[in-house]
C-alpha cells in the first residue's frame, strides 16, 4: 500500500513539474512571435515564394523603401542626383550604416551586392538589370549607369529582393549565406531551427529608428486552424493568411483582425488558338461571369472586382472600365462572332489561391449558360500547372499578380510584352506593337505626368481588348495580439512590417 | 548470427539500390523542373537553361544517376536545390522528430494495444471483450488529423493543458504522438486478441493449468510470450506506417519533422532532398524489419533457427 502511495505521490509531482515547465513561458512584450505558413528553403534575398519577403523586409537593408504610401523613398541613400540625360544616378550613402557583422555599408559594398545579383540567375536579377555599370566615386558615393533613363529604379531597389548583403559575410560563408544571412536592417538574423523558426533581434546598431520589439521569431504553421488556436490561446502574435470565415471565428473569439489586401487574381486568354482569338469572344467571357456573385458567395465577401490590368495600390494603376455581368449581351457576342459549338479548357489552380478550385468550377457554369462548352482541369500541383500551361493548350488560365515594388513596368512588361509570348506569363502569346512601344516609352519617361498618361493609355487599351477574363482582387486577414503597437502595412504587398518606416 | 546479419545487411543495399533507382526515375517522370520552379516568374529561357547545367539536369538520365551513385557511395546526397545546403543535414535536423514522434506513439500503442487484447481475449464473448472491440473499430476508422484537431480543441484550446503546436517544450509532443495512436492501438489489440485466442487453446496451456500454474502466470508468461511474435511484426509494421503517415499530423502540429520537408521538396522539384528523404525512409524500414527479426528470434529461439 505504502509502495502504491509513493507511486502516486511521484506521478501527481512529475505531473505539476511538466505543468509547471509547459506554463513557465513568460510573455515578455518584447518579443514577439509571428506565424507564417510555410518555410522557405534560404533567406537568400534573391529568392521570392511564400512569405519570405516578410522576412526580408524584416533583415534586410535596401538602398530605398517604401513608405506609408508605398512610395519608394530614400533609405540608406542619404542624398541622390540624377545627371541631365537620367543615366547616371549618384547615390551618397549615410555615413553610419553598417552590417550586421560590424563591416560598414560603404560604396564597395553596394557595388559588390549589385555585381552579384547581376552575375547571379535568379529571379532578383530583373529588378538590377536596367544597371548598366556601378562606378565608387568616393568611400560614401557610388554612381549607377543606366542604358536608358529608368525611373522605375527607385521601386527595383525597394523590392525585398533587393536587400543589400555583407560581402565579408558573403565571401566567408559561400552557399550557406541563405541560411545564415548577415545583412543591415533593424533586425538581424539569429538562428534557424529547421521545420520550426527562425529568431531574430534588434539590431542596435541600425542607421535608422530604433526598432520597436527586441526579438521577432518567424515560426511555421502551415495549418490554418493551428493558426487560429494559436492566437486564440495567445501564443502568438501576429498571424496571416486567414480567410474570410476564421476572420469571422477569430472576431468572436475576441481577437483582432486586421483586412490586408492580397493579390489580383485574372484568367489569361490564349491569343493563339479560337475561339479566345477573337475579340469578341474575349469580351463574351468577360460579360457572362457574374464577378460580384463570385465574390459574395465564394470568397465570402473577400474581394474587389478588378477594373484594370494594374491595380490601385501600383504607380498609375486606376479602374479603365467594368465588364458587368449581362449574359445576353455575351450571347450576342459569340453569335456575332459566330461561335456557335465551342469547346473551352480551363486550367485553375487548387488551394492555391482562397478557394481557387471552386472559383474555377463557378466560371466554367456561367461559361457554359452562355453555350461556351468549358471543360475545367483543377491542379493542385505549381510546377506541374506551369509546366502544362507552358504547352499552351487553354483557352483561360488563372493566375495571379501581386505589386512588390509599387512600379506598373515589372508587371506590363512580364504580362504583355511580345518578347515574352508564349513564355512566363505571357502564355496567351499576347502580342501587340502599340502596347510594346506605350511599355518601352513608359518604361523610359521620367516626368510624371507623362508616365501617368502613357500608363493610362496602356490600361484603357488592354481592358478594351480583354487579354484576361478579369476577375478580383483578393482581401486577406491577418490576426494581431494586445502585445502589437507597432504595425505599418502597405496598400501592396501582402505582409506588414514591425518597424517604423521612412517618410 | 553473424551469417544472418551479412545476408541481411547485403539485401539492405540491393534495396537501396532499388529504391534509389526508382526515386531518382520517377522523379524526373514527373512533370515540370527545379531549373523553373527556383527561376521564378521573371525567367528567362536563358536563365532556366543555365539553372539546368547547373544542377546537371541537361545530362542523360543515365549519366545523372551514375554521377549520383558515385557521390552517394562516398556518403554526399548532395545539395538540395533550394537551400543549398547538403541534404544530409537537411535530413539530419528533420528526421529524429519523427522518429521520436513515431516512436513514441508506437511504443504507447504497443502497451495499451497488448493490455487491451489480453483483457479482450480473456473476456471472450464479454461485456469488456465487446466494448474493446467497439472501441477497436472506432479507432481504426478516426483519421489522425480529425483525432488531432479535437485534442488540440479539448487540450490546448480549452484547458490549455498542452501547447497549441510546435516544438517549445517537453509536453509538445503529448498531443501529435496521442493523435497517431488509434488506429495502431485498434491493430494491435484485435491482432493480440486473435492470437492470445489461438494460444490459449493450445495443449500447453492446458497442461500448465492442470500442472497447477497459477492462471496469471500461465496467461502472461506462457501464453503471451507465443502470442507475441505476430504481434512484435506488426508493430515493426505499424512503426514503419506511422514514418510515412505522419506528415497529416507534423502539419496540424507545426511538428518539425521529414514528412512536412518531403512534401515540400516534391512539390518545389527539390530532386536531391527528395531522393535523400525517401532513401532514409528506406534505411529505417530496413533497419525496423530487422530489429523484428531479432527481437522475434529473442521471443521466440525456433525463430533463429530458420
Known amino acids: 500500500m505504502a509502495r502504491r502511495e509513493w507511486t502516486w505521490t511521484s506521478a501527481l509531482a512529475l505531473a505539476g513539474f511538466t505543468a509547471l515547465i509547459a506554463g513557465a513561458q513568460p510573455a515578455s512584450a518584447q518579443n514577439i512571435k509571428v506565424l507564417l505558413t510555410s518555410e522557405f528553403p534560404t533567406l537568400d534575398p534573391s529568392e521570392t515564394g511564400g512569405e519570405l519577403p516578410m522576412v526580408l523586409y524584416h533583415i534586410y537593408c535596401r538602398l530605398y523603401s517604401f513608405n506609408d504610401k508605398m512610395e519608394a523613398v530614400s533609405d540608406l541613400v542619404a542624398s541622390e542626383t540624377v545627371s541631365e540625360d537620367q543615366k547616371t544616378w549618384t547615390l551618397k550613402l549615410r555615413p553610419n550604416a553598417k552590417f550586421h557583422d560590424g563591416t560598414p555599408v560603404d560604396a564597395e559594398a553596394i557595388k559588390f551586392n549589385i555585381d552579384r545579383v547581376l552575375a547571379q540567375k535568379g529571379s532578383a536579377r530583373i529588378l538590377f538589370q536596367p544597371i548598366t555599370d556601378v562606378k565608387v566615386l568616393a568611400p560614401d558615393t557610388v554612381a549607377l549607369m543606366t542604358k536608358e533613363p529608368y525611373p522605375a529604379l527607385r521601386n527595383n531597389l525597394a523590392s525585398p529582393n533587393a536587400g543589400l548583403v555583407s560581402p565579408k559575410a558573403v565571401t566567408a560563408l559561400g552557399d550557406r549565406f541563405g541560411v545564415q544571412p548577415v545583412s543591415c536592417g533593424p533586425y538581424s538574423f539569429a538562428s534557424w531551427t529547421r521545420g520550426t523558426s527562425i529568431q531574430t533581434s534588434r539590431f542596435d546598431g541600425f542607421y535608422g529608428p530604433k526598432a520597436p520589439y527586441a526579438q521577432i521569431s518567424f515560426q511555421f504553421v502551415p495549418d490554418v486552424s493551428t493558426r487560429m488556436f494559436l492566437m486564440q490561446r495567445k501564443e502568438a502574435d501576429v498571424a496571416l493568411r486567414f480567410g474570410p470565415q476564421e476572420a469571422k471565428e477569430l472576431q468572436a473569439a475576441k481577437v483582432k483582425v486586421n483586412e490586408i489586401n492580397g493579390r489580383t487574381i485574372l484568367y489569361q486568354l490564349n491569343y493563339k488558338l479560337a475561339p479566345t482569338n477573337d475579340l469578341r469572344v474575349r469580351q463574351a467571357i468577360n460579360y457572362a461571369v457574374d464577378k460580384e456573385a463570385i465574390i459574395k458567395n465564394v470568397l465570402l465577401g473577400s474581394g474587389t472586382p478588378s477594373k484594370s490590368v494594374i491595380a490601385s495600390d501600383t504607380f498609375g494603376g486606376r479602374p479603365s472600365g467594368y465588364y458587368e455581368y449581362n449574359p445576353e449581351k455575351a450571347k450576342a457576342l459569340l453569335k456575332e462572332a459566330g461561335v456557335t459549338s465551342a469547346k473551352l479548357k480551363l486550367y485553375a489552380t487548387q488551394n492555391r489561391y482562397y478557394n481557387d478550385g471552386l472559383v474555377g468550377q463557378a466560371i466554367a457554369g456561367y461559361l457554359r449558360a452562355v453555350g461556351l462548352d468549358t471543360e475545367v482541369i483543377l491542379m493542385g500541383d505549381w510546377a506541374g500547372y506551369v509546366d502544362r500551361i507552358g504547352k499552351g493548350d487553354f483557352s483561360l488560365y488563372t493566375l495571379s499578380w501581386g505589386s512588390s515594388t509599387g512600379d506598373p513596368d515589372r508587371i506590363v512588361q512580364a504580362l504583355f510584352h511580345s518578347s515574352r509570348a508564349g513564355q512566363t506569363w505571357n502564355f496567351g502569346s499576347f502580342i501587340d506593337k502599340n502596347i510594346d512601344k506605350l511599355i518601352e516609352e513608359g518604361a523610359a519617361t521620367v516626368e510624371t505626368s507623362k508616365r501617368l498618361a502613357i500608363y493610362g493609355e496602356i490600361q484603357d487599351k488592354l481592358f478594351a481588348d480583354a487579354p484576361w477574363l478579369f476577375m478580383y482582387r483578393t482581401t486577406g486577414y491577418m490576426a494581431l495580439s494586445d502585445k502589437i503597437t507597432t504595425i505599418h502595412t502597405l496598400e501592396g504587398p501582402e505582409f506588414p512590417y514591425l518597424f517604423d518606416l521612412p517618410k | ?306
Open chain 2, 1 to 306: 548470427m553473424q551469417r544472418f546479419l551479412v545476408i541481411r545487411f547485403g539485401r539492405l543495399l540491393l534495396t537501396l539500390l532499388f529504391v534509389s533507382l526508382i526515386t531518382f526515375v520517377m522523379l524526373r517522370l514527373m512533370p515540370g523542373d527545379p531549373a523553373t520552379v527556383l527561376a521564378g516568374e521573371d525567367a528567362t529561357p536563358e536563365v532556366i537553361r543555365d539553372l539546368r547545367i547547373k544542377f546537371g539536369l541537361d545530362k542523360p538520365i543515365v549519366v545523372q544517376y551514375g554521377l549520383y551513385l558515385e557521390k552517394a557511395a562516398t556518403g554526399d546526397l548532395g545539395q538540395s536545390i533550394r537551400s543549398r545546403s547538403p541534404v544530409i543535414e537537411e535530413v539530419a535536423a528533420r528526421l529524429p522528430n519523427t522518429l521520436r514522434l513515431a516512436g513514441l506513439a508506437v511504443a504507447v500503442a504497443f502497451a495499451i494495444g497488448i493490455l487491451l487484447g489480453v483483457v479482450a481475449a480473456v473476456r471472450e464473448g464479454k461485456w469488456q471483450d465487446v466494448t474493446i472491440l467497439v472501441i477497436a473499430m472506432i479507432g481504426t476508422s478516426a483519421p489522425s488529423f480529425w483525432v488531432g484537431l479535437l485534442l488540440v480543441l479539448a487540450f490546448a484550446v480549452q484547458l490549455g493543458l498542452f501547447p497549441v503546436a510546435g516544438n517549445d517544450s517537453a509536453l509538445s509532443i503529448v498531443l501529435p504522438a496521442a493523435s497517431l495512436l488509434p488506429p495502431s492501438i485498434a491493430v494491435i489489440a484485435r491482432l493480440t486478441r486473435s492470437t492470445m485466442l489461438d494460444v490459449l487453446g493450445e495443449d500447453y496451456v492446458r497442461t500448465a493449468l492442470a500442472k497447477g500454474a497459477s492462471r496469471s502466470s500461465v496467461l502472461w508468461r506462457h501464453a503471451l510470450r507465443n502470442a507475441l511474435i505476430p504481434v512484435v511484426t506488426m508493430v515493426g509494421l505499424e512503426f514503419a506506417r506511422l514514418l510515412g503517415g505522419v506528415i497529416a499530423v507534423e502539419t496540424i502540429f507545426a511538428w518539425p519533422g521529414v514528412g512536412k520537408a518531403l512534401v515540400d521538396s516534391i512539390s518545389t522539384r527539390d530532386y536531391p532532398m527528395v531522393q535523400g528523404i525517401v532513401l532514409a525512409f528506406a534505411v529505417i524500414f530496413a533497419l525496423t524489419n530487422l530489429v523484428v527479426d531479432i527481437v522475434n528470434g529473442v521471443i521466440d529461439p525456433r525463430v533463429r533457427a530458420h
